[in-house]
């Protein structure tokens, strides 16, 4: 799998990732009808009647592009009398050279609502469409555009309050006791509305109780142990009334797992490895640099 492909499959589950909705309108004639998508969980395998669909569409083609993500929804058209009918979405790649996510769209149960065909812009979290006729370039009947879900909002204000901000960057020393002092760099990502199962088993190991209300993904780097950009999991809760950070890497596990406390005014992040809490004294001390 070329990085391309690895690239628009990351972006189409992020576009799709359970929670997340798409509001927009259905054009037909002179009349708009006010449409919705509730995205739901992401299926292992593609269903059998998507599957049929595809190659009924796009036969002529030599070769059928290999679905990237699939995972079931719901639609609404309230003045169709449609109520979150169960839907399917199935994202492929469309042309080498264009790189375009197409979308199918289908009801499993309700074969009689037709097909929708869209395309997904990637920048805008836009889907634009129409029926299973629909090529790029021919009048849009369908646009929908990606909205924060309710669970989504709540976990946004939950990491303003903990401090999880994208870009935020903490720089400092660690002095741990069986190496010299050496530089230690965090870096918070984007948020994310379903913690990487690495980073719940790992709480559970630790045996937290408190709820976790925020997570991101993020990079660490330790630059004397050529560890540089390693990926890592950030969840944050509160405990003692403090902003308690956890931090555990996905792909690097040698870099280990720290365990952190972010000042009031997220101008300090302190801490050390994951027995570490405020009744020691901190492994690390980082302070912001942007």
Same mark, same amino acid.
């Given at each position: 799998m070329d990085n391309r492909v690895v690239y628009l499959e990351k972006k189409s @589950? /992020?576009?799709f990732s359970q929670g997340a909705a798409y509001q927009g309108a259905l054009e037909q004639f002179t009349t708009s009808y006010d449409l919705r998508y509730d995205i739901g969980q992401a299926l292992k395998t593609v269903p059998d009647a998507v599957m049929d669909a595809r190659r009924d569409l796009w036969s002529g083609k030599k070769e059928q592009p290999k679905p990237l993500y699939c995972c079931t929804g719901m639609c609404t058209i309230a003045?169709? #009398?449609? @109520?979150?009918e169960p839907v399917s979405f199935t994202a492929d790649i469309v042309g080498k050279e264009e790189g375009l996510v197409r979308v199918l769209i289908m009801s499993p149960e309700k074969p009689e609502l037709g097909i929708t065909v869209t395309h997904l812009d990637l920048q805008r979290h836009e889907l634009k469409g129409g029926d299973d006729t629909w090529k790029p370039g021919q009048q849009i009947v369908i646009r929908a555009v990606r909205?924060?879900?309710v669970e989504e909002t709540k976990q946004k204000r939950a990491a303003e309050r903990l401090g999880l901000k994208e870009g935020a960057c903490y720089k400092g020393k660690c002095t741990h006791p069986f190496f010299k002092p050496y530089d230690i760099e965090f870096t918070f990502g984007k948020l994310v509305n379903q913690p990487p199962v690495i980073a719940l088993e790992t709480r559970k190991t630790l #045996?937290?109780?408190?709820?976790? /209300?925020?997570c991101c993904m993020g990079v660490q780097s330790i630059p004397e142990f050529g560890a540089k950009c390693c990926e890592v999991v950030i969840m944050a809760d509160r405990k003692d009334e403090e902003r308690r950070i956890l931090v555990v890497p996905t792909i690097k596990p040698e870099i280990g797992i720290s365990v952190g406390c972010l000042s009031a005014d997220a101008k300090e992040f302190t801490g050390g490895e994951s027995d570490w809490w405020l009744e020691k004294d901190p492994m690390f001390y980082c302070e912001k640099s942007k």
């Open positions: @589950k /992020e576009a003045q169709l #009398g449609l @109520k979150c909205v924060a879900s #045996g937290w109780r408190e709820p976790a /209300e925020a």
